[in-house]
């Protein structure tokens, strides 16, 4: 039951031959017996799933199921889902239980989805590999002494390990896209302001854009189906009619201009990388696609620009963990002041603070300038290099990540090394464009590889049907970890 994608097990659910109730049973099965192999999942709460599987079983009865009814999601622990543990993978959300749905979860939850857990994420979203969580590292299905990539790793893990058919995920820097890499899963993070951020714990917010998680593109474009869409509580959440994002799947691709950035396939990619991507065009090219070559000058700068656009936004939006409203609060403190301190000291890790440290120097009076508005500028000139490049093709294309898994702990006590996992996906945020990452091969440990999509504006239809054809002629998305059997 767990091979089957989240598009036959919604196919299974809807014609009765299998019910909610067995679906989400076999999967908390799994969970309980192999989570502490992957540390995938931070929180899990039975009754609270069965309750709702036995809903969506009613629903079924009724003959009222929508695509999704009755199918297991698990949500990265950064969405408030009303009764659940939210704990963003800090201690200082340690004990929080949320006590409203994010605009991610009503969504799911109207479609009749069953949250079958919160899955383990860097502390905050803030990290590559999934080791800063306060609940411990998650571990790489492919090997475990290796980190599935982050801040997403959770959610990654879990749907290669088959521990659910699909999940949630936040991108900022690239946390859907470099986790559905290294853990060899199909990713989405769609336009910016498409998926309403109301209720998704903040991180940088002209940069956190929700996202999903699944074996294959048909699978996301299920999910986008349910969770994009208007929501006037998020003022960056965009007004548009709401679209079929499985409309153009089977279009055919002929034509198709591919753009290859000269700066995505030059030096510092790991040979077995770039092998399997160039071997991923080679595809496209047989299939009809027009290569052609393309180049993102400024691409250099987008690593140095978020790391000043994304700790200033963080500083401020980790203003609120003082203490008094909700979460961690130290014991043992003099006055109001050393009770801040202490809570923040005591209750954030130490990428964390760091992140926060930078975010106060960069928006400090006299540094503002010269970090904060010229990061701005530059961010300016990036999003124009893509503008330009789309006016000479309909995607891009290229590795998502520079590598592959790398080992827990190979760039814990190296936060530039860490950061750099996120040269290719990070500019794409700074855009507010959509990406996609997608299985393309293995390297020679037989650890996956993922090839990076990137569309125009609102171009997700497109994109997934992009991916659905080369899923249609490869079997890359289809390979399993060993392990995985109870
Ligand atoms: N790795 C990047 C960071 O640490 C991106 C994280 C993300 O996309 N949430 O900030």
Redesign the pocket.
């Known amino acids: 039951m767990h091979d089957l994608t989240l598009t036959q097990l919604s196919a299974e659910i809807a014609a009765k031959r299998a019910s909610s109730v067995e679906v989400v049973t076999h999967f908390i099965k799994r969970i309980n017996a192999l989570n502490r192999k992957y540390n995938a999942y931070i929180t899990v709460d039975e009754e609270r799933s069965l309750a709702q599987a036995r809903a969506a079983d009613a629903r079924i009865a009724a003959g009222a199921a929508a695509p999704l009814t009755g199918v297991p999601i698990a949500h990265k622990d950064i969405f408030c889902a009303r009764g659940w543990r939210t704990t963003c993978g800090s201690k200082m959300l340690a004990d929080f239980v949320a006590p409203y749905d994010a605009h991610v979860i009503e969504r799911f939850n109207a479609a009749g989805a069953v949250i079958v857990g919160k899955t383990n994420m ?1 502390e905050f ?4 590999s999934s080791e800063t969580s306060h609940f411990g590292p998650v571990r790489n299905p492919w090997n475990l002494e290796t980190v599935p990539g ?3 790793g959770g959610s990654a893990a879990a749907v290669a390990a088959r521990l659910a058919p699909a999940a949630t995920g ?7 896209r ?1 986790p559905a890499a290294l853990a060899g899963v199909s990713g989405i993070k769609p336009t910016y302001g498409v998926v309403s951020r109301y209720g998704m714990i903040a ?2 917010s002209s ?2 854009q929700g996202g999903a998680f699944a074996r294959t593109a048909e699978d996301l474009a299920l999910l986008m189906n349910a969770m994009a869409g208007f929501d006037a509580r998020d003022s960056t959440s965009l007004e548009r009619e709401p679209e079929e994002y499985a409309r153009e799947l089977g279009r055919p691709l002929a034509g198709l201009r591919v753009g290859l950035p000269a700066e995505f396939f030059a030096e510092g990619v790991a040979p077995d990388v770039a092998r399997a991507v160039e071997g991923a065009v080679a595809k496209f090219k047989a299939m009809g696609c027009e290569p052609i070559e393309v180049h993102l000058p400024n691409m250099a700068l987008s690593v140095p620009v ?1 790391y000043v656009l ?1 700790p200033a936004e963080a500083s401020s939006n980790l203003a609120r963990y003082d203490g008094v409203r909700y979460g961690y609060r130290a014991g043992g403190y003099n006055d109001l002041i050393d009770m801040y301190k202490k809570t923040r000291a005591e209750g954030f890790g130490a ?1 964390v603070k760091r ?1 926060i440290l930078i975010g106060t120097y960069v928006l400090s009076h006299g540094y503002y300038d010269a970090y904060y508005i010229q990061a701005q500028k530059v961010r300016r000139l990036i999003a124009r290099d893509f503008r330009d490049a789309f006016t000479k093709c309909d995607v891009i294309m290229g590795p998502t990540s520079p590598t592959t898994a790398f080992r827990l702990g190979e760039k814990a006590g190296d936060p530039v090394q ?2 750099l ?2 040269i290719f ?2 500019a794409v ?1 700074l855009a507010g464009l959509p990406g996609m990452s997608i299985p393309c091969g293995f390297d020679a440990k037989g650890l996956p590889v993922g090839l990076q999509i990137i569309g125009n504006y609102f171009s997700e239809a497109q994109m997934l049907n992009v991916a659905h054809h080369y899923q249609q002629a490869t079997d890359w998305h289809t390979r399993a970890p060993s392990g995985i059997d109870l």
């Not at 979203?125 to 590559?128: D, L, P």
């Open positions: 860097d979203a803030m990290g590559s982050g801040s997403s936040t991108d900022t820097g690239g946390s859907i470099q991180f940088a940069l956190d978020y994304a990428e992140r860490m950061y996992s996120d996906t990070i945020n």
